[in-house]
């Protein structure tokens, strides 16, 4: 899921995203910087910048805003 995540630079987004122990999460976040192997974003969820290796990013969706 690498292609195209420069596009989304600055604006937030919702990410389907494997973690580390195979389980699968959604994530609101912003992206700072997205490079080859890896985007580093603001996760909404940790409220801290976070890394993301772009192979473990299944899905991006746009960001909805909470009710």
Do not use: W
Request: glycine share 4%; charged share 20%; proline share 6%.
């Amino acid at each position: 899921m690498d292609q195209g995540l420069q596009q989304f630079v600055g604006a937030p987004i919702d990410i389907i995203y494997l973690e580390h122990d195979n389980r699968t999460v959604q994530r609101k976040i912003d992206i700072l910087t997205a490079g080859a192997q890896c985007v580093f974003a603001y996760c909404f969820s940790s409220k801290e910048p976070e890394l993301f290796r772009n192979q473990d990013i299944l899905a991006v969706l746009p960001a909805f805003p909470e009710s």
